[in-house]
């Protein structure tokens, strides 16, 4: 009987997850295990892939000597990495204006559900139209930021045509759209859990508001801050392809280019699947390790 009744409540609960079990192993792990395969072959998407074993490994990561010193297999690897990690410069400020907000916004101030709302409003907007629009503003003959500069009597910049300025501007760009929102949130619920009662004592024995933060406030918020930094971490080491795709097109002369964008360049422009995969892997090794190395860091026991 209870066999049969085991059966019988199986049946129903393996309907209910087929779907979602069936679109798991066709969209996600037949694609990841596909992608294990075509990273040892060579594949160009019209011909059967041919087995290199390491050799796009070797490609990516190797170098070679020549007359003029080491060189390295794949120069373009190299370079996009390091813009990889420029682009991570907008975690940090992302975290730290993020807390200044929720600090703000945790006060008593008049109106204060109509600012959460405002500074909240930019990551709800993100997107290709909004995407345009600031493409629009950096535009270098109409765009708003170089009429800001000219009214201020400085020289316009080339913004996103200038290889030095490109990755500064899509920082700033990211800053505005993304500084208000989950991080600031997650912030603000972290702010709730802080007793009032730890403050006035901090207050009574002659703490300052910066003693107060960087005694009370600030250990109470070190979880967050570590959830808020690897989740950040991981997003952005895949680099919002969206955003260098319709902002630059990985330019201009590669300098917006990450390794995110690199795949797909290697994948669907030069059709080097097997090459592709070999960088995606490689990509999910490295933030694999960031990621390893921040928990031990934090001290933190899960993730």
């Not at 813009?83 to 975290?95: A, E, G, K, R």
């Not at 990551?123 to 995407?131: C, E, H, R, W």
């Not at 929102?181 to 972290?190: D, F, N, P, R």
Request: net charge positive; charged share 10%; with cysteine.
């Amino acid at each position: 009987m209870k066999a049969r009744g085991m059966s019988s409540d199986l049946r129903p609960a393996m309907a209910f997850l087929m779907p979602n079990l069936i679109g798991f192993l066709v969209f996600t792990a037949g694609p990841i295990l596909a992608s294990i395969y075509l990273c040892f072959t060579s594949w160009d998407a019209l011909q059967p892939p041919h087995w290199i074993g390491l050799g796009n490994f070797h490609r990516l990561l190797g170098f070679h000597s020549t007359p003029q010193g080491w060189r390295a297999g794949d120069p373009d690897f190299w370079r996009y990495l390091g813009n990889t990690f420029y682009m991570l410069l907008v975690l940090p400020l992302n975290i730290a204006g993020s807390l200044a907000l929720a600090l703000v916004l945790n006060q008593r101030l008049r109106f204060q559900a109509f600012y959460r709302l405002v500074y909240f409003l930019p990551s709800i907007l993100y997107g290709v139209a909004i995407f345009f629009l600031w493409k629009y503003m950096f535009d270098p003959n109409y765009g708003l930021f170089n009429a800001l500069l000219g009214r201020m009597g400085l020289p316009p910049s080339r913004w996103l045509e200038d290889a030095r300025m490109a990755k500064p501007a899509l920082i700033f760009m990211m800053l505005w759209l993304t500084i208000g929102g989950a991080s600031m949130i997650i912030y603000l619920a972290a702010l709730q859990t802080v007793p009032e009662e730890l403050h006035e004592a901090a207050r009574m024995d002659g703490a300052n508001r910066l003693q107060q933060f960087w005694h009370v406030t600030w250990p109470a918020l070190k979880p967050a801050t570590f959830f808020i930094f690897t989740m950040g971490l991981i997003a952005n080491l895949q680099w919002n392809f969206d955003v260098a795709y319709i902002m630059t097109d990985g330019g201009p002369y590669g300098a917006t280019t990450t390794l995110v964008f690199y795949l797909y360049l290697k994948a669907y422009r030069f059709f080097e699947m097997g090459y592709a995969s070999a960088i995606a892997w490689i990509l999910f090794a490295i933030t694999l390790a960031l990621t390893l190395i921040v928990r031990s860091r934090s001290g933190e026991t899960t993730l």
